[in-house]
Nanobody, 127 residues
Framework: QVQLVESGGGLVQAGGSLRLSCAAS????????MGWFRQAPGKEREFVAR????????YNEDSVHGRFTISRDNAKNTVYLQMNSLEPEDTAVYYC????????????????????WGQGTQVTVSS
């Protein structure tokens, strides 16, 4: 059974930093794209960042403005999201996701691409 478990969320003041982790189990994801999404209250789930098997990354620059960094450690089957200069607008539940098919190259910013999801971790940024 595949599981994605996020950790690292919490309450932080504006300007602070958090590092989210997503540990995968049940299968290896070294050949699969993995991503982070977030959902704020009353809003739709939003793409944040994704990372291919090669380490190539893409971000939602309209939202993260160069403040976030996604990375992965294939040996640990884990993906990370380093978030710096956090703003109250970053407050949301953050979800880790992974695509089932290896080397999939469709729309990697679409939630529909991802087959496995974590339960989410709350990030709250106070002003």
């Amino acid at each position: 059974q595949v599981q994605l478990v996020e950790s690292g969320g919490g309450l932080v003041q504006a300007g602070g930093s958090l590092r989210l982790s997503c540990a995968a189990s049940g299968r290896a994801f070294s050949s699969n794209v993995m991503g982070w999404f977030r959902q704020a209250p009353g809003k739709e789930r939003e793409f944040v960042a994704r990372i291919r098997w090669s380490g190539e990354t893409t971000y939602n620059e309209d939202s993260v403005h160069g403040r976030f960094t996604i990375s992965r450690d294939n040996a640990k089957n884990t993906v990370y999201l380093q978030m710096n200069s956090l703003e109250p607008e970053d407050t949301a539940v953050y979800y880790c996701a992974a695509a089932r098919r290896p080397y999939y190259s469709g729309n990697l910013s679409s939630a529909a691409t991802y087959d496995y999801w974590g339960q989410g971790t709350q990030v709250t940024v106070s002003s």
